[in-house]
Each structure stands twice: as C-alpha cells, then as structure tokens.
C-alpha cells in the first residue's frame, strides 16, 4: 500500500534525530553554494567521501549581499517547519543563532492581523527572525566547518554521463570585467558519485538533459506580478516585546497599494518592515511614502518606521511561481536530483522558500538513509519531494487564484476547494484549535489535506455561524 502525502509529509517534517548515516559514495557535487545547496550538502556529508559545491560567487565569510541572490535584501521567514529541519541537521543552531543578534520568537509575541483584525494566537508556532544573508552566513558556516565539506568557486557549464548515470559536472572560470569568459584557463570535468542541482530558479539542469538526449522537464508558471518594497529601521530595544507580525487584506477588483505588510525584528537591534503590492502599480521607493503607507497599517507598524533609517528601500520584481515537474520524467539519469527553487519558487509572499528547502534537504537525508541502488533513477526522493512541493504550490497558488488579477489554471475542484479554505481562514481568526490546525499548515508543519478533516471544517463553520450572529441573539 502507498504512503499517503500526509504520511509523506510527516515522516519528512520529523524533529528526530537523524541516525542510521553511512558512506555510499566517494565524491559528490552540489551546483549552487545558497541555502539550499549549503543544506545539500550537510545531508551529503553524512554520505559521501568529500563533497564539493560548486559555486560562482565568492562567498564572504560573514553576512552580505552578494549577486548571485538579489532578493537576499528582502523578508525572509524561517517558518516552524524549516526551523525544526535546520535544528535536525545543525544541533544548537537556535543558541547560536540567539547569540548572533537573531531572535528566535515564541508565539506571543507574533502578531497577525486580517484586514485590520487582529488573529488570535495559536499558543504553537514559532519564527527565527533574521535578515537572509545572517541566515545564509550561519548555515554556511556550520557546513563549511564540516570536515569532508569545500567549495570550488567557479562556473558549472555542463555535465558528463556515463551510460545511464552522471558522472561528472563540467567546470570553467568565473568571468570577470574586461576578460573574456575562461581567458588563460581551460574548462575541466568534476568527477561525481552524485550530483545535487542546487541552481535556483535560473536552473540550466533541464537544458543540459535536453542536450545529451534526456527528457526535460515541463514547466509550470502562474503570473502573481509582486512587488516588494523593503526598509529598515534602528530599533530602540533589543529584546523587544513583538518579534514578528503580518498584516494582510483580502484581495479586491481594486488592488490596495499594500497587499501585504510584514515586520520582523532582525539582528543589529534592526527593524525589517516589507510591503508588497500587486497588479501595475510603481514600485514603493520613497521613504515618506514607505512611513506613510507603514501608519494605514496596525500601530506596530507605525511606531516602527519612527526610528532612524538605515540605507535606501529595496525593490524586487517576481513575475510568477513556477515548477519543475521531476517527479513525471520517466527517463532520467541515476545520481542526480534537483531542488530548492530549481524545483519550484513561490509567490514569496507567503514565506515558504527557505523551509521548502529545508524540507528538501529531509527529503534528500531519507532518500540516502533507505540504502538506495544510486544506479537507478532516484524515483523515491522525487516522490518525496513532490509531496512537499504540492504543499507548498497548493498553499501559495490558493491564495493568489483568489485575486481578481489572475486568471487560472485552476485546479479540479477549485470552487469547492477555495470555499473550504476561506471557512477554515476565517475560523482561524477568533478560533484558537483552529488557528493551530491552520497555522501548522501554513507554517509547513503539516500538510494540507490535515484540514479536510471533517472535525476541523465542522468547527470552522461553527465558529463562523456564531461570529456572523447579531449581538442580540447571542444575548
């Protein structure tokens, strides 16, 4: 009998300890030295001789921006599901997070509104709150200090096979200003047991297959058309009382100039406040109306943008969510997968990226811990895998078909699907037991058909009948 996906998602989201860990392999390559190449390659060291990232960017050895990740100056949520898998592969990573600047929040003080409502509670979840680059900059450096773990910066070009299975990954130099690519010196083959594509959403994995012969993978894309805006803040406490919170409207034929504001108290006794927009509207990049837009918001929000500025308000474009479906391929080559964004990103609205591909990562830990036959298509960890990325798709383009502005493809079933999550979202509010079945999904704790259950629903809809009531009836 098959594994169901909650089972699936559940085996995957575990916090226990990873054990039953052996060597199956002499080198592996990861292409892509971000987040979830960094957490590639932690599960890799648990299996493999040495392991290489390949990686085109120098990567300072302290927090940065640097090119190969332009949004890194944006919100980036670790939710309760990633936390837990960053936890699993790093032992101590909260504590040493908390000693970086970081605050690793409880519950309470995560404040959530809904069209000015404030939420209440679910009493469970809780967020790391950072900037990305000191994210980025920690898990780089735990994985870095392992042993059998290096980096090699230079450029993957290509791969090389060996009958059915890759064999190697080819390499040449970064190219500089004024130099002509791989001027005075010669491309060269990587040797690989295994090859993790790590590449983003810029992935060239699908055109090299195509190129040797093999299937690539179809694409899927939904248009979301988001704007970032992004400010921070000096932060007057370093322990403040609110770590995070979110204040989001419900969509409307007329777009609001602030679809979505997020705030999180981040290393540096900073304040990072996010506000998205959608549709054709210019970007938000005036600090005056960056504050002024921030005061329409709850009082949080307000009290937040009064400290001191530091540094510009950052734009960033996303046009769609897209998807690379592995898990259909019926040829493809042993020894090689693919994850993170070059799997599938999301509207990043919803915060999933970095615990999709920690969740991945879990993913790829079970798939090596199962004895696998590297000789053969490793079918059981794209099965795996596409439980968390059908999660992650059906939370994220629920949401977005829900906008007047996009128009499909909807899903089998969608009216009646929607109508459930709008009982569910609503319940959520004021309804605590429902607030923690509902966040557990949406923080990428559980999966989502945990709130079909018919319990759930139920309460829902009596929560929403007795909301709906006029005061007098209720007495």
Not at 175 to 201: H, L
Not at 274 to 291: C, H, M, S
Request: glycine share 8%; aromatic share 8%.
């Amino acid at each position: 009998m098959s594994e169901s996906a909650a089972r699936v998602f559940a085996r995957l989201s575990t916090d226990e300890p990873i054990t039953r860990t052996r060597t199956l392999m002499g080198k592996a390559v990861v292409l892509g030295g971000s987040l979830a190449g960094l957490l590639a390659a932690r599960v890799l060291s648990d299996h493999a001789e040495s392991v290489v990232v390949v990686e085109r960017d120098s990567l300072p050895p302290a927090a940065a921006a640097r090119p190969g990740t332009p949004h890194d100056g944006q919100l980036h949520t670790l939710m309760h599901g990633g936390r837990m898998q960053l936890q699993r592969l790093f032992p101590g990573f909260e504590e040493e997070a908390r000693a970086g600047g970081a605050i690793v929040s409880s519950p309470y003080t995560i404040r959530a509104y809904a069209d000015g409502v404030p939420k209440v509670s679910d009493g469970v979840m809780g967020l790391i709150s950072s900037s990305r680059p000191f994210l980025e900059a920690l898990v780089r450096r735990r994985a870095l200090a392992l042993p059998n773990v290096k980096v090699l910066t230079c450029r993957a070009i290509g791969l090389e096979f060996r009958g059915d299975a890759v064999s190697g990954v080819r390499c040449g130099p970064v190219s500089r200003p004024g130099a002509g690519i791989g001027a005075g010196v010669e491309e060269w083959v990587e040797d690989a047991d295994f090859v993790v594509d790590a590449m983003g959403r810029a992935s060239k994995l699908g055109d090299w297959l195509e190129k040797a012969g093999w299937e690539r993978p179809a694409m899927r894309r939904m248009a979301i058309d988001i704007d970032y805006a992004t400010g921070y803040f000096r932060r007057t406490t370093s322990d403040p009382e609110l770590a995070a919170a979110i204040a989001y409207r419900t969509p409307t034929a007329t777009p609001p100039r602030v679809a979505s504001g997020a705030i999180t108290a981040i290393e540096g006794d900073r304040w990072l406040i996010t506000l998205a927009n959608y549709g054709k509207q210019p970007p938000i990049r005036d600090v005056d109306e960056f504050r002024k837009l921030c005061g329409e918001l709850p009082p949080v929000y307000r009290e937040a943008v009064e400290g001191e500025q530091l540094g510009d308000i950052l734009t960033y474009h996303q046009a769609d969510s897209r998807r690379r479906d592995y898990h259909l391929l019926k040829r493809f080559p042993a020894r090689l997968i693919s994850l993170g964004d070059a799997v599938a990103s999301f509207n990043p609205i919803y915060g999933q990226g970095m615990s999709s591909a920690a969740l991945h990562a879990s993913a790829l830990s079970h798939y090596l811990r199962s004895a696998p036959d590297l000789r053969r298509h490793a079918r059981a960890f794209f099965a795996d895998q596409r439980v968390v990325v059908d999660a992650a798709w059906q939370i994220s383009t629920a949401a977005d078909l829900a906008r007047p502005d996009v128009h499909g493809p909807y899903p089998r079933g969608y009216r009646l699907t929607k109508w459930f999550a709008e009982q569910i979202a609503e319940a959520s509010v004021t309804d605590r037991e429902v607030a923690v079945r509902f966040n557990s999904v949406t923080y990428m704790r559980s999966h989502p058909s945990s709130l079909a259950a018919p319990a759930t629903l139920l309460r829902a809809l009596r929560v929403n009948r007795s909301s709906r009531k006029p005061r007098r009836e209720r007495g």
